[in-house]
Antibody, heavy 117, light 106 residues
Framework: QVQLQESGPRLVKPSETLSLTCTVS????????WSWIRQPPGKGPEWIGY???????NYNPSLKSRVTISLDTSKKEFSLKLNSVTAADTAMFYC???????????WGQGTMVTVSS | DIQMTQSPSSLSASVGDRVTITCRAG??????LAWYQQKPGKAPKLLIY???SLESGVPSRFSGSGSGTEFTLTISSLQPDDFATYYC????????FGQGTRLEIK
């Protein structure tokens, strides 16, 4: 059974860096895209970016200047860093299998991150 | 950025009804279009990919159609478990979601 699990701080201060990790089980990293998606309270999802199993990345142009996504195949993890956060970055963050020309077929349960001092 | 517009934004219907939700893209996305169902407090669930392909395990009452800029999700006979919010998503150029359609019980 494929499972994705997000982990990381739930509270981040304004101007600091939000860091999350996704641990993948039940499926090989190989040949798939791995994405981060966020969803502010009461709003629709927003794709942040993906990392391919080769390590290549692609980001949402609106967030590109602040985002880094990376993977560690030995640990079966991929990570998100979003810097210079503001209250507008408060959202539920999901790690997801999919991206590129693959739909988002497996989602983690999500982790709520609040940006506040 | 390809904008995705869903209509209606909300919809009231009864068990057994046939329901159609429309999604329009700001420019052609070919058939790189997916539909998701989301229930409160849960992650979205993939229903349809490549505009009309049914994801494994999804009931056959769900169907998708369209290409280019206009797409539809149809639920042939609403069941109690179907009351939720539905999102379309294009993945032809980067990825963007529609604003959602909330399906409520009449």
């Amino acid at each position: 059974q494929v499972q994705l699990q997000e982990s990381g701080p739930r509270l981040v201060k304004p101007s600091e860096t939000l860091s999350l990790t996704c641990t993948v089980s039940g499926v090989s990293f190989r040949s798939y895209y791995w994405s981060w998606i966020r969803q502010p309270p009461g709003k629709g999802p927003e794709w942040i970016g993906y990392v391919y199993y080769t390590g290549s990345t692609n980001y949402n142009p609106s967030l590109k200047s602040r985002v880094t996504i990376s993977l560690d195949t030995s640990k079966k993890e991929f990570s998100l860093k979003l810097n210079s956060v503001t209250a507008a970055d408060t959202a539920m963050f999901y790690c997801v299998k999919g991206g590129g020309l693959d739909a988002f077929d497996i989602w983690g349960q999500g982790t709520m991150v609040t940006v506040s001092s | 950025d390809i904008q995705m517009t869903q209509s209606p934004s909300s919809l009231s219907a009864s068990v057994g009804d046939r329901v159609t939700i429309t999604c329009r893209a700001g420019q052609s996305v070919s058939t790189w279009l997916a539909w998701y169902q989301q229930k409160p407090g849960k992650a979205p669930k993939l229903l349809i990919y490549k505009a009309s392909s049914l994801e494994s395990g999804v009931p056959s009452r769900f169907s998708g159609s369209g290409s280019g800029t206009e797409f539809t999700l149809t639920i042939s006979s609403l069941q109690p478990d179907d009351f939720a919010t539905y999102y379309c998503q294009q993945y032809n150029s980067y990825s963007t979601f529609g604003q959602g359609t909330r399906l409520e019980i009449k």
